[in-house]
Every structure is written in C-alpha cells, then in structure tokens.
C-alpha cells in the first residue's frame, strides 16, 4: 500500500510545503487511495469500516515506531498515532459514507507526513526487538511515566495505544507490538532533547 516511486530532492529547506505534495504528488496519492479498497463492494458496514481503521493504525504503528532512530520520534509522525485516537471516536457517529471520507482522510494525512519527512525507512523488527523480555515490562510503570512527563504528548500517545490495545484483539494488532512502542515513547523522554521535526528519511520534494 505504501510503496511509491518517488523523485529525490536536490535541496530541501526547513519550511514543510504541503502544497507541493498534491503538485508533485497528487496522482500517487489519489491511486494509493483507491488502491485501499474501501469502495461499495469492500465496505458494506460498520464493522468493515472499523476493519479497515484497523489496517490504518497498525500502518501508523509500525511506521512510527519502526522509524524510530537514536531515541528520537518524529513529531509530525506521532500526530498521525494520536489523530487515529480521534478518528476511533468520531466513526461511528458519522455518516456511512462520511465514514469512508475520514478514512481516507486519515489515510492522506499518514502519507503526506511521509512525504514531507522523506519516506523514513521502517522496519517491524525494530519495534519488536526493543525493550528485552516482554513480561518485564509493565504498563503499570509505563502509564506511570506517562502522567509524569513534563511533554503534554506523551500521555496522549500512551492513552492512544491503550485504546488500541483495549478495543483491537492480538490478532489483527499485536499487543507486544502496542506494548514495546509504548515504552519507546517513555524510554524516549528519559533522553528527551526534542522531537524530531527535520525529516528522518531522505528528502522528496524537489
């Protein structure tokens, strides 16, 4: 679903020109939306819409995290992680066909981040090889640190991944895979700098 043929940038200021995605960019973005299926015959019903938002979130998951480099996260990627918190909420109580419309907002906004931080490299096996042992992680001690960060976005994070592992089974989303980017956000505000707000992949915009 993400894979793109994409043009380098031979040059890349610090202003995000969202603009230009759409101009760069634009048929990608409108194949790559059709290409998820979420016409009539696919989506008949609220639960093949809440399927489907399942898909949207494990990609941010593993997009948001498997980027993950020197304790650093990406701070336009993130909002992608904490905006499906409020896409949860807010479908069931739209329209059938202003459901699809949300998801397929959610989905352009997940790839124009991309876009705009240079189609970071991610790799699951990042995420599921953090951390150590699983049962020596506790969510306890990691809602703990949520509550108790001085950055008002970590207990949001926190709070969207506990929806996520409250409302999705193991078995369409891995609760190992919730747990261990949960304690990449706490492991991350330990050695908090800042965010990453430069871009973490290589530029694309010409």
């Given amino acids: 679903m ?60 593993i997009i948001t995290f498997g980027s993950y480099r020197q304790k650093s996260l990406d701070f336009f990627l993130i909002h992608n992680l904490t905006s499906i918190h409020a896409i949860r909420i807010l479908l069931p109580k739209l329209p059938f066909d202003e459901q699809k419309r949300l998801l397929q907002i959610g989905l352009i906004g997940l790839l124009g981040n991309m876009w705009l931080q240079g189609m970071p490299k991610f790799d699951l096996e990042k995420i599921m090889n953090y951390g150590g042992p699983i049962d020596r992680i506790s969510w306890d001690s990691i809602i703990e640190e949520a509550i108790t960060s001085n950055d008002e976005h970590v207990p949001k994070i926190i709070r969207a991944l506990l929806v996520i592992k409250d409302q999705v089974p193991d078995s369409l989303i891995s609760h190992e895979l919730i ?28």
């Avoid at 008949?44 to 949207?56: A, G, H, P, Q, R």
Wanted: no cysteine; charged share 25%; proline share 5%.
């Fill in 2 to 61: 993400l894979s793109m043929n994409l043009k380098p940038a031979q040059d890349r200021a610090g202003a995000f020109p969202v603009d230009k995605i759409m101009e760069y960019y634009g048929d990608e973005v409108i194949q790559l939306v059709r290409k998820w299926k979420l016409n009539d015959h696919y989506v008949k019903s609220l639960e093949d819409i809440m399927n489907k938002l399942v898909e949207l979130t494990r990609a941010i998951i």
């Fill in 179 to 206: 747990q261990r980017s949960a304690v990449m956000t706490t492991d991350f505000m330990k050695s908090f700098k800042d965010w990453e707000f430069g871009g973490i992949g290589n530029p694309l915009l010409p």
